[in-house]
């Protein structure tokens, strides 16, 4: 299997990165090929513009699905986003792994998605959902919550976690054709113990040792 991780979080030392480097050890030790974006490294730029593309359609009005459609058809994307998305074209799993703020992606992250998921060569035309360009590809996120369990529930402090995640998995990823499988949720590492993270860790890489027998889950639909 060839596995994809995105990962974003500005301190080396956290949780998240502890997280991204023992799926990168973990899918390798059971034989997967691993490619990685570590966002935060690569200095990524969130930001949309016409630096996404080397080529240009309409000079007088930027309007990005119609400079995206352009690109593809002209082989015109920034090397930096024609490498992103050469990633998602080549993996069988891509996973995503960050922090949840203010119950969503981090803004890096989620400038990665607005750049990199590119109509004409993520989505378009009759494509979508499951008719998608990434049908028969997974997904799956790994992330972490300030909060503790609990509080995630139906009818909790701050509501349904499934429901929270429930724009991404649908909006995002099966949007564009992916399978998506059950997240894995670490819930508030900072009030674990040096022994309960190394376990939390431990339980993350025997997942993945089986991962590639996992099978989606249902999101729901809105």
Request: glycine share 8%; with cysteine.
């Amino acid at each position: 299997m060839k596995a994809f991780i995105v990962y974003w979080h500005p301190e080396p030392q956290s949780f998240n990165a502890a997280m991204f480097r023992t799926a990168c050890e973990a899918l390798s030790a059971a034989g997967h090929e691993v490619r990685s974006s570590n966002l935060h490294e690569m200095r990524f730029d969130p930001v949309s513009s016409r630096d996404n593309f080397t080529t240009i359609k309409d000079p007088e009005f930027l309007k990005l699905q119609i400079e995206e459609m352009h690109a593809t058809e002209m082989n015109g994307f920034a090397p930096e986003i024609e490498s992103e998305i050469s990633k998602i074209e080549w993996c069988d799993l891509m996973i995503w792994q960050f922090p949840l703020w203010w119950f969503g992606m981090p803004a890096m992250l989620k400038g990665w998605v607005d750049r990199v998921l590119a109509m004409g060569r993520a989505y378009g035309g009759d494509q979508f959902y499951d008719a998608g360009v990434f049908h028969g590809k997974r997904a799956m996120l790994s992330l972490t919550t300030g909060g503790p369990a609990e509080a995630y529930r139906k009818g909790a402090f701050n509501g349904d976690i499934n429901a929270i995640l429930r724009p991404i998995h649908r909006g995002m990823l099966q949007f564009v054709g992916f399978d998506v499988l059950e997240p894995h949720i670490v819930y508030g590492p900072v009030r674990l113990t040096d022994e309960q993270r190394k376990r939390q860790l431990a339980a993350y890489a025997s997942r993945l040792q089986g991962i590639a027998n996992e099978s989606p889950v249902d999101v729901g639909i809105y």
